[in-house]
Every structure is written in C-alpha cells, then in structure tokens.
C-alpha cells in the first residue's frame, strides 16, 4: 500500500456557466453544485486543486478530425442558420446544440483529462479527477449524445505514451461507445463498459457480442444490463468482472468513467443504484493502486449527480463524509432533507441471477482467448504532441489577457490552497 494518495483535482468554474438550452437535460451546473459540495466537506484542503489549461485545437485533433474542431471552433448560436449541411455533417442540433461558448467548454473539460493524464504520466500524483470530463460518446468526426469532444479518448492517449496498456472501465447507463469505438482494433487499451442494453436505450451498442476486431479481438469488454439493476447485483458483477480483467490484462494505469445516471431516480436513467453502491465501484478500482484518472460522465437529476460526486471525491481521499450536507451556496438545492443519502429506485429489477451469471461467463470466457498481457512494441506509443509556442509581442494587445488568463496567474489562497497543499510548493519533495 501506499502510504498516502497524492490526488489532483481539475476544476473551472466557467464550465458550469455554459447552459445547453431549455428543456435540455445537460445541465453543466451540476459540475458548479458539485464543486460546491467538495468546498463544504473541506475535501480541497486535501488534495491539489489545478485549473485546466484549454486544450488547444491541435491537441482536439490527435483524436478528432481537423475539419470537425475547426467547425466546432467557428460556429456560434448567431451564425449557425449560415450552416445547415455542417451542423447535419457533424451530428449538431437537437441533442448537441451549438451555444454560446461551445469551443471554450470543450477545450476547458478536455483540458482537464488532459492535464490529468499528465501529471499521472509525471508521477506527480497518484489519482487525478476531473468531473468535467467524462463525454464518452463524441466520434472522431461527429458530436454525439451531448458530448463534442471526446476527452477520455484524448486522456487516453496521453497516457499511452507512458503506458504499454490502459484499461478503461464505464458505469455510466449509456454504452462508452465512443472510446470503444476509438480503440476497436487496438490491444493497447481495453475498454469495460457496464450499460443498460435494449428496449431501444441510446446508443443502441454494447452487445456482450461486440469484443473488438483484428488487433483489438476481445480487448473491448460488454457488461449489457437490464432495467432496474441493484446495489448488491450490480457490485458483486462488477468486482467479479474488474478483478478477473485486471489479473488478465495487467494494465498500466486506469481511467474511470463514473456517469451518474446509472443512479436510482435519474432523469434518463433505468437503475435502482444508490451513491453507497455507485461509490463502492469506485472505492473498489481504487485498490488496485494503479495510477487513476476519474472523471464524471452523464447525470441529469442534478442535485444527486452532486452528492455522488462529492461523496466519490471522499471515497478517493478515504474521507467518509458526514450524510447532514453543510452549509453552501447550493444548499437550496438538496432540501428538505438536507443529506447525502438519496431514495432507493423502485424499478423492477429485470436482471435475473441467470442472465448476469451468463453474462458473467461469456465475459470470463472472452478474457481467457487473451490469456497473457500482450507484448507491446514501445515505438507503437504515439510522438508527445506538439503544443505552439506564443509570442506574446505578436498578439493583438486587446487579446493579449483574457479574463480566464489573468485567472489562471491568481494564486487563490481564500478558496484553494493551504500550506502543504499550495501547487507553489517546492517540487522536489513531490
């Protein structure tokens, strides 16, 4: 064991300013009200608390393609009737409106995985959390389910230049298709999705049947669910599943994407888990002491994506955090109870102890075509991206400092940092 985690943190508080549209569920002010939660538990006093830098639209393009981020990077709500065959092209619209400050949403949740991936790299920590980032169902050339950028994917990649092998494993409702799909035809990195699978439920992908192609044969993992799944059902499953592909695969490091709408009561969600059992999951990966990147995910009934965040931010710090909610600036938000616990899910529980069981074996089945961690060739791992330079002489001075850049030069000791904890802190002890 380790004798204490070192965790990094990624926050900007511009994320939750950005508002999807009325009626949308994405309500990224579920990421402020979170932030808020980890303040009043004092959870920032424990861990390193960065702002992400905006990922430049080069390093949006080791994954995407160049023309989609050039479009995502030009488009605004004034002018997007100029475009109609582009917003078609790129998937833009109902589900993935185009609003005001789309681009610099997208760089800043990208940004923080990113940032995240490496300062794992650099072993400068040990877990690094970013509940921004999580947006699973982005493709190289299309939005898709709210998600423009896939920062998991580019996370991902960071780390596979470090890392023979990443795992990465998904307990959001929907199918991580898109980074299963980014990696169908690799064994560098082996995707675990746990998803309601059926009846229609968006995406429509995550078969146990689809396990990945040529290179990537059995390296994509599928845990289909029915409605209404449990705590002890959904825990014992996943740690069965988790146990057997970290013993077989042997990854490097882990990414975990913790979507809270597999929580009992969610607007979009069909699962009866509590925070304690969503959380467990968490604490459960955690043992593995594997370099980890967390991060957030789905989760549209937004006061209990909070709490679940909050209390998974404990789980990562071994903090238990006491159920009465402090005072905060979102407390209105959690009444009348005022508490961490949320109501247990009344869905009927449609998986049968036969159908996960059989589930179970076809997945053990397909990890033992694996057999042994696979042999990876160290020149496979991607050359470090090229980040420009600026000159700052050459700028425009009107565009010289931007608000959110004179920030990120503020030391911010009323609300970040204390002693140890300051990111100031001489670097040779880290």
């Given at each position: 064991?380790?004798?204490?985690?070192?965790?990094?943190?990624?926050?900007?508080?511009?994320?939750?300013?950005?508002?999807?549209?009325?009626?949308?569920?994405?309500?990224?002010?579920?990421?402020?009200?979170?932030?808020?939660?980890?303040?009043?538990?004092?959870?920032?006093?424990?861990?390193?608390?960065?702002?992400?830098?905006?990922?430049?639209?080069?390093?949006?393009?080791?994954?995407?393609?160049?023309?989609?981020?050039?479009?995502?990077?030009?488009?605004?709500?004034?002018?997007?009737?100029?475009?109609?065959?582009?917003?078609?092209?790129?998937?833009?619209?109902?589900?993935?409106?185009?609003?005001?400050?789309?681009?610099?949403?997208?760089?800043?949740?990208?940004?923080?995985?990113?940032?995240?991936?490496?300062?794992?790299?650099?072993?400068?920590?040990?877990?690094?959390?970013?509940?921004?980032?999580?947006?699973?169902?982005?493709?190289?050339?299309?939005?898709?389910?709210?998600?423009?950028?896939?920062?998991?994917?580019?996370?991902?990649?960071?780390?596979?230049?470090?890392?023979?092998?990443?795992?990465?494993?998904?307990?959001?409702?929907?199918?991580?298709?898109?980074?299963?799909?980014?990696?169908?035809?690799?064994?560098?990195?082996?995707?675990?999705?746990?998803?309601?699978?059926?009846?229609?439920?968006?995406?429509?992908?995550?078969?146990?049947?689809?396990?990945?192609?040529?290179?990537?044969?059995?390296?994509?993992?599928?845990?289909?669910?029915?409605?209404?799944?449990?705590?002890?059902?959904?825990?014992?499953?996943?740690?069965?599943?988790?146990?057997?592909?970290?013993?077989?695969?042997?990854?490097?490091?882990?990414?975990?994407?913790?979507?809270?709408?597999?929580?009992?009561?969610?607007?979009?969600?069909?699962?009866?888990?509590?925070?304690?059992?969503?959380?467990?999951?968490?604490?459960?990966?955690?043992?593995?002491?594997?370099?980890?990147?967390?991060?957030?995910?789905?989760?549209?009934?937004?006061?209990?994506?909070?709490?679940?965040?909050?209390?998974?931010?404990?789980?990562?710090?071994?903090?238990?955090?006491?159920?009465?909610?402090?005072?905060n600036e979102y407390i209105k938000y959690f009444g009348p109870e005022y508490s961490l616990r949320i109501p247990n899910g009344h869905i009927e529980n449609l998986n049968?102890?036969?159908?996960?069981?059989?589930?179970?074996?076809?997945?053990?089945?397909?990890?033992?075509?694996?057999?042994?961690?696979?042999?990876?060739?160290?020149?496979?791992?991607?050359?470090?991206?090229?980040?420009?330079?600026?000159?700052?002489?050459?700028?425009?001075?009107?565009?010289?400092?931007?608000?959110?850049?004179?920030?990120?030069?503020?030391?911010?000791?009323?609300?970040?940092?204390?002693?140890?904890?300051?990111?100031?802190?001489?670097?040779?002890?880290?």
């Amino acid at each position: 064991m380790r004798s204490k985690d070192k965790i990094a943190y990624y926050y900007d508080g511009d994320v939750g300013g950005v508002y999807f549209g009325p009626n949308h569920p994405m309500k990224p002010h579920r990421l402020c009200m979170t932030h808020h939660l980890v303040l009043s538990y004092d959870l920032h006093k424990k861990m390193e608390i960065y702002r992400p830098h905006k990922a430049y639209p080069v390093e949006l393009a080791q994954f995407h393609s160049a023309d989609y981020v050039e479009f995502l990077h030009r488009i605004t709500p004034d002018t997007q009737h100029l475009f109609s065959n582009e917003l078609a092209k790129y998937n833009l619209g109902e589900d993935c409106p185009v609003f005001e400050n789309l681009f610099e949403f997208c760089q800043i949740y990208a940004g923080g995985t990113i940032d995240a991936a490496r300062r794992l790299n650099n072993q400068l920590c040990d877990i690094a959390i970013n509940w921004a980032g999580g947006l699973h169902h982005a493709k190289k050339c299309e939005a898709s389910g709210f998600c423009y950028i896939n920062d998991l994917v580019l996370g991902i990649l960071e780390l596979l230049k470090h890392q023979a092998r990443v795992l990465y494993i998904d307990i959001d409702v929907h199918h991580g298709d898109g980074v299963e799909e980014a990696f169908y035809f690799t064994d560098r990195v082996m995707t675990v999705s746990f998803h309601k699978y059926g009846d229609m439920f968006f995406p429509g992908t995550g078969d146990v049947k689809e396990t990945g192609e040529r290179e990537g044969k059995y390296y994509a993992i599928n845990v289909p669910l029915k409605d209404g799944i449990d705590d002890t059902s959904f825990t014992r499953l996943f740690k069965s599943i988790i146990s057997k592909v970290v013993e077989t695969y042997v990854p490097g490091a882990i990414v975990l994407q913790c979507g809270a709408d597999s929580l009992a009561g969610d607007r979009l969600g069909c699962f009866n888990l509590s925070i304690d059992g969503h959380a467990e999951c968490v604490r459960f990966v955690k043992k593995f002491n594997l370099p980890l990147l967390v991060t957030g995910g789905g989760g549209y009934t937004k006061e209990n994506v909070a709490r679940c965040w909050a209390v998974e931010t404990g789980v990562l710090l071994d903090t238990e955090l006491p159920n009465e909610i402090p005072e905060n600036e979102y407390i209105k938000y959690f009444g009348p109870e005022y508490s961490l616990r949320i109501p247990n899910g009344h869905i009927e529980n449609l998986n049968s102890k036969s159908y996960l069981s059989t589930i179970k074996m076809q997945v053990f089945e397909n990890l033992r075509c694996i057999q042994h961690a696979p042999g990876v060739q160290m020149q496979e791992v991607p050359p470090d991206f090229y980040i420009p330079d600026f000159d700052e002489d050459e700028q425009n001075p009107d565009e010289r400092m931007d608000q959110h850049t004179q920030d990120k030069n503020i030391q911010r000791d009323d609300e970040y940092y204390e002693g140890d904890h300051d990111n100031d802190q001489n670097m040779e002890d880290v």
